[in-house]
Nanobody, 121 residues
């Protein structure tokens, strides 16, 4: 089971940290991806991190502003979001997959419920 949390309301330029907690299996065995869906838009891949070696990828739209990290001891993956923009407003989902690389939604085996992020003044 995946549980995403940490969403909320932030002002433009502000920060939020999302968490994706895994239960029932070990984070060591999975690559993790973050996706988002904004109103009226298609689902977009935001970032992903490999099972080992902590290889990371970021969408161009968030590169330099977002940082993905993992804490295997806590079975949790984080998405630190800085310099937030109104266009970052979306529901954010985390997903877990056993394969790597994992550039596509179909590469992920498990999906959590989303957490809403709203960036507005």
């Amino acid at each position: 089971q995946l549980q995403a949390s940490g969403g909320g309301l932030a002002q433009p330029g502000g920060s939020l940290t999302l968490s994706c907690a895994l239960s029932g299996f070990s984070l060591d065995d999975f690559a993790i991806g973050w996706y988002r869906r904004a109103p009226g838009k298609e689902r977009e891949g935001v970032s992903c991190i490999s099972k080992s070696e902590d290889i990371t990828y970021y969408a161009d739209s968030v590169k330099g502003r977002f940082t993905i990290s993992r804490d295997n001891a806590k079975n949790t993956v984080y998405l630190q979001m800085n310099s937030l923009k109104p266009e970052d407003t979306a529901v954010y989902f985390c997903a877990a997959g056993r394969s790597w690389p994992a550039p596509n939604p179909d590469d992920y085996d498990y999906w959590g419920q989303g957490t809403q992020v709203t960036v507005s003044s």
